[in-house]
């Protein structure tokens, strides 16, 4: 009986717990249930103040009508629209300039807020969901209004008023309250349901389960030939008949478990056997390898060394053998310098554990054995067992000192390397993978700076962002060999000669050798300077004005004017008879000079077209701008005053120029071009002179 009131008890605290827990689940399922409702009348209220936004900027504001759309839009939403109502808030600027009343109902303060800083806001009122969304202008305008701060237009960004959205909260409580009896009524039910069942599993359930329990108790203590007397056509009837079938299994399952001991026992001998072979067989691989391996325990105490140190022993020296070892703490075979050191990393690894399965240490070494030098790479790791347990740990010790040798012999040959390179005239570097430099001679290095290694060759000798211009490094295709003119980021030009190397791995590399070509570049440059420009004025010559219009015409306009200009100094020829050669070629010097300084450094171009004739070409100008320039120099030249010697007498002098100009029509050809420049400087000189014409 004491289970029994125990067993329903526990029913009955289960079923309590439930109601609590289903109470609890429909307390949130209800305020889930609520919170999306308000989250919905939110969103749309959110929605369709974007939509209304946004078809006012889109296409009432793009409208020939302008804002007289707006309250037509605003009355057919309002009229369609259940429990919606949308208002339009003007800025004060659109009101003083377009609402003949511009009283209207007083604004929130999210209202003022929002036309000030033009940020949406939303809240909600006790009847109704709220949303301000500011209008901000899209474009400079300057078709309705004017801007408030000012005259001008309309910036972009000013908040031209606000659409305010009310979505009516009245269909969100009426669901909320519906949804709230909904709620009780659920909870009613499911408490009901739960009491009648309880009351069924006390009398269906608890007492049968009360009479199966001693039963399986009996079995449990052995008495594999007791049943569950229990004659019932329901599920505890059919659980009785099935315990009463496991229980006769169980009997046959020890029994067959005494007879599976003795074949187990047979198997694990074969099992040891089998593990014996692979211990045998790892153990031959250890000793076949050309490297001494020992282990020791947690404590460093040395329990196994391989048979590498018999064949090795003689060779280098030592006297101790194999099995002498076996037994011995590690700490006296280490050397003595390094001893404490080594000690501390083993204790370590040690207690890292299993944990710190991934801890090793590797060393290289030196000692004098037979009175030879040795070096030695010691590795030490722990050693784990199948069950994931620290055991101990491993000690590798390989001869590495023919490699030690080789890498010696590799320093020296280097060596000898870098002082050829750093005895060269030439700077030197060489180039490897995405063309990252790794190396750079002396003199590289005291031009270029030692932090360019690790660089990309075309960023830091060349300071661009990209190859240099007939660069063949990083191609697919390499030639063995192949030269180009490198402008340097220190503001000299180079020979740069590069060869294609690949090492026995065939890992390719470039070896660049750069040879100082900057006083050759220089000569090359004043050379040609010399070969297009006019001596005496200082402004291009006319072979090279021809030229120079040519790029300009054939490497495509597109969108882009090209005026050209034509001066002639009025009256040249008598200024030339009076005064001389001598004077006349400083009336034309001083043209040139006046002709430098009114044009842009970058892109416009002045010419000594011939005698007192004048060119120049302004890409980019227009008719307007190539007039002022022309109008520049006219009125320059004139108030420049020359002093020429007559019989002994200094004179004041000045002279005029005449300006004709074109302006490039697409398709036209290179001398039609010059030929109504020119046509229209005449025109200017028959007017007078000391005048700007254009064609």
Same mark, same amino acid.
């Given at each position: 009986m004491r289970w029994h009131r125990r067993l329903t008890g526990k029913v009955a605290l289960i079923g309590v717990s439930f109601m609590l827990l289903l109470g609890l689940f429909l307390s949130l399922h209800y305020a889930h249930l609520k919170k999306e409702l308000l989250h919905g009348g939110v969103e749309r209220a959110e929605s369709l103040s974007d939509t209304i936004a946004a078809s006012i900027l889109t296409f009432v504001f793009r409208a020939a009508e302008g804002g007289a759309l707006i309250d037509d839009l605003l009355e057919r939403v309002n009229k369609n629209s259940t429990g919606v109502f949308v208002r339009m808030v003007h800025s004060r600027a659109i009101n003083e300039q377009y609402v003949e009343d511009a009283t209207e109902q007083p604004m929130t303060p999210e209202e003022v807020d929002s036309l000030a800083d033009g940020t949406v806001r939303a809240y909600q009122t006790d009847a109704a969901f709220v949303r301000v969304v500011p209008l901000h202008a899209e474009a400079p305008c300057v078709r309705c209004h004017d801007n408030p701060d000012g005259p001008g237009q309309i910036p972009v960004g000013y908040v031209l008023g606000l659409v305010v959205t009310e979505v009516s909260k009245a269909e969100v409580e009426a669901a909320i309250a519906e949804l709230a009896g909904d709620t009780l009524l659920t909870g009613g039910f499911i408490v009901a349901l739960m009491v009648a069942l309880l009351v069924y599993l006390s009398r269906a359930i608890v007492r049968p389960v009360t009479a199966m329990t001693r039963t399986i108790a009996a079995v449990a203590d052995g008495d594999f030939g007791r049943r569950i007397e229990l004659v019932r056509n329901d599920e505890i009837g059919e659980l009785s008949a099935h315990f009463n079938t496991m229980s006769g299994r169980l009997k046959e399952m020890f029994d067959f478990m005494r007879r599976s001991n003795v074949e187990l026992t047979g198997e694990v001998t074969r099992q040891v056997e089998a593990v014996r072979q692979t211990r045998d067989f790892y153990q031959a691989v250890v000793d076949s390898t050309q490297r001494i391996i020992l282990t020791s325990d947690t404590d460093l105490v040395i329990d196994s060394v391989n048979v590498e140190w018999e064949r090795q022993k003689e060779q280098y020296g030592l006297e101790i053998g194999r099995d002498e070892l076996i037994g011995r703490p590690l700490a006296e075979f280490l050397p003595e310098g390094q001893r404490a050191r080594l000690l501390a990393v083993c204790r370590r690894i040690v207690e890292g554990g299993a944990a710190g399965r991934d801890i090793e240490h590797h060393e290289e070494f030196d000692l004098t054995l037979k009175e030879a030098h040795r070096y030695f790479l010691l590795n030490i790791g722990p050693l784990i067992d199948s069950e994931n347990r620290l055991m101990g740990l491993v000690f590798v010790a390989t001869d590495i000192s023919s490699r030690k040798r080789a890498e010696e012999m590799l320093r020296v040959e280097r060596n000898k390397l870098n002082a050829i390179m750093d005895g060269m005239g030439d700077a030197v570097m060489i180039v490897e993978g995405e063309s990252t430099v790794t190396y750079m001679n002396k003199l590289m290095r005291n031009t270029f700076g030692a932090e360019a290694v690790g660089q990309r060759c075309f960023e830091a000798v060349a300071g661009r962002e990209s190859p240099c211009p007939g660069c063949h490094l990083g191609q697919q295709e390499r030639r063995a060999v192949s030269s180009v003119e490198i402008a340097a980021a220190n503001g000299r030009y180079y020979l740069a000669t590069h060869t294609h190397v690949a090492d026995v791995e065939g890992y390719p590399s470039v070896i660049g050798v750069y040879k100082d070509i900057t006083f050759r570049k220089e000569m090359e440059d004043e050379l040609r300077l010399q070969t297009i420009t006019d001596t005496l004025t200082g402004l291009y010559n006319k072979r090279h004005f021809f030229d120079r219009l040519e790029r300009e015409i054939t490497g495509g306009r597109g969108a882009s004017p090209l005026t050209l200009?034509?001066?002639?100094?009025?009256?040249?020829?008598?200024?030339?008879?009076?005064?001389?050669?001598?004077?006349?070629?400083?009336?034309?010097?001083?043209?040139?000079?006046?002709? %430098?300084?009114?044009? %842009?450094?970058?892109?416009?171009?002045?010419? %000594?077209?011939g005698g007192e004739e004048f060119t120049v070409l302004l890409p980019g100008a227009g008719a307007e701008q190539g007039a002022r320039v022309a109008d520049r120099i006219r009125q320059e030249f004139g108030r420049t005053v020359f002093t020429p010697e007559v019989e002994g007498v200094r004179q004041a002098v000045t002279r005029t120029v005449s300006i004709g100009g074109a302006v490039y029509e697409p398709g036209e050809s290179a001398g039609t071009f010059v030929e109504r420049a020119d046509n229209a400087m005449y025109t200017a000189k028959r007017a007078g002179g000391d005048q700007v014409r254009f064609s």
């Open positions: 200009l034509f001066l002639d100094i009025d009256k040249f020829k008598s200024f030339n008879d009076t005064y001389g050669h001598v004077e006349g070629d400083v009336c034309l010097a001083a043209l040139g000079n006046i002709v %430098r300084g009114a044009i %842009r450094d970058h892109g416009d171009a002045g010419f %000594r077209y």
